[in-house]
């Protein structure tokens, strides 16, 4: 009898273990699918800003680049504020902010009324650091603290609160991407 109570405790200890890195493999691939939609909103705002190269300006919609604000996504109020390019290309970049926005928000995916989306509190930032030169950036919250961004990276800065309502820099993700776009009418 004692032999099968040490039996079942081992066994218990090791279902235990079992269950612990199925929960570590679930956030995981949970922070690899967040990683891969942030990529794709990415490459999709550069793919807008190359194909509307002479109203590229248009698309920079963080002014404050040391604070990474304001960011498209959750919590963005603003309005889009174009002045180059002709009014059709200036129309574009309007209709291409306020499509980006709508990815990041998720609301082409619904749970009933409530957009869902694909990435937990996503945030997109283009600044422009220089003349012809671009940096784009998505930020979302990861499900555990880790390592904060670097100080360059600050698209979705102090966005990020823990379970205590307190700011976690390690909760925020960033991907970041520099883009030259050249001049060609000079």
Known sequence: MLEVLVTL???MIGLLGLAGLLVTTQQGEVEAYQRKQATVLLQDMIDRMTAN???AACYVVTTD???GSPALGTGFGGSFVCGS???SQQARGTADLQAWNNALIGTEEKKGSANVGAIIEARGCVTNPSA???TISVAWRGLAP?????????CGKNQYLDAGGAVDERLRR???VTIR??????
């Open 9 to 11: 405790l081992i066994l």
């Open 53 to 55: 190269r002479i109203a």
């Open 65 to 67: 680049a040391a604070g």
């Open 85 to 87: 390019g002709s009014a």
């Open 132 to 134: 012809g030169v671009y």
């Open 146 to 154: 880790t390592v904060a961004p670097p100080a360059a990276l600050t």
């Open 174 to 176: 960033v991907i970041s």
């Open 181 to 186: 776009i050249a001049n060609l009418s000079a």
